[in-house]
């Protein structure tokens, strides 16, 4: 029962999710879209218990492309953080904000970022480029996150103020090309610095919001220190450069482990869990 354990408090925490705002929005796309969700987490979860190899992955793919093809192409909601600001500006609850709630903002005090692991549509292709672990140190880039974030803030500003028409339709096509934007630059990076991840270190400014809670997160990689070797081997193969060997908070990069759990593998003393 124990292995199962982080499952079912996955797929409880969604399914709570979703029969709230079920009940308190009364829509049932609520209990759906956040039912699918802690589902294909849970069995993502399950998975590596078990020890498939691509249990990340699964999860990855089957949240990550539900969102982008269902919900962004489909549905025509702006996901990305312009949607947020749009939906935040227009004092409405739904979509982007609701998602930004809870994966973004304030679910990171419970488990990280977790979001950037598992459920990320940009993540789930750089994923698959060849540069798995960094090749290099990592580049004290990563002020251009703050300034990417701001433009984003300054662009849908700058949408209200000059009370352009079709709002909406002109944050679908925002979506469109901010996607294509992403992958463009983030597989660009990715070779330029061979680090499938350098898009998510320096560049993408959804981390601007989840760093801060991220640094109180519940669910995070522990050391015991007692059986650490100092080896390096952890640090080698973390894909975000996180000192896992030191167990305080403020462990080098401590904000940007992505939960993947590359470092328990590689462990001789299994120090890690």
Not at 140 to 154: D, E, H, N, Q
Not at 216 to 233: A, N, Q, T
């Amino acid at each position: 029962m124990k292995k199962w354990l982080p499952s079912l408090v996955m797929l409880g925490i969604f399914e709570a999710i979703a029969i709230t705002l079920w009940l308190t929005k009364d829509n049932l796309f609520y209990l759906f879209n956040f039912s699918y969700i802690g589902i294909c987490l849970a069995i993502g979860l399950g998975l590596y218990r078990i020890g498939w190899k691509h249990a990340r992955r699964f999860a990855q793919f089957a949240v990550g492309s539900y969102m982008l093809v269902y919900l962004g192409l489909i549905c025509g909601e702006n996901m990305q953080i312009e949607g947020f600001w749009y939906y935040l500006f227009t004092g409405v609850f739904e979509a982007a904000t609701i998602h930004y709630a809870v994966a973004k903002i304030f679910g990171p005090l419970l488990f990280g970022r977790g979001w950037c692991g598992y459920a990320c549509w940009t993540a789930m292709i750089l994923d698959l480029l060849p540069y798995k672990t960094p090749q290099a140190p990592r580049k004290k880039l990563g002020f251009i996150r703050y300034i990417t974030f701001a433009l984003s803030l300054i662009l849908v500003i700058a949408l209200f103020l000059t009370r352009v028409g079709s709002l909406e339709r002109i944050m679908f096509w925002l979506f469109l090309g901010g996607n294509v934007l992403y992958y463009a630059v983030g597989i660009i990076l990715a070779f330029a610095f061979k680090d499938n991840r350098a898009f998510c270190k320096y560049i993408c400014p959804i981390t601007v919001f989840l760093k801060p809670m991220s640094y109180f997160s519940v669910l995070r990689v522990k050391c015991d220190e007692s059986k650490c070797v100092k080896c390096g081997k952890c640090k080698k193969v973390c894909p975000m450069d996180v000192e896992v060997c030191n167990n305080s908070r403020k462990r080098e990069n401590a904000t940007e482990c992505i939960l993947c759990y590359e470092c328990t593998k590689v462990c001789p003393k299994k120090a890690l869990k």
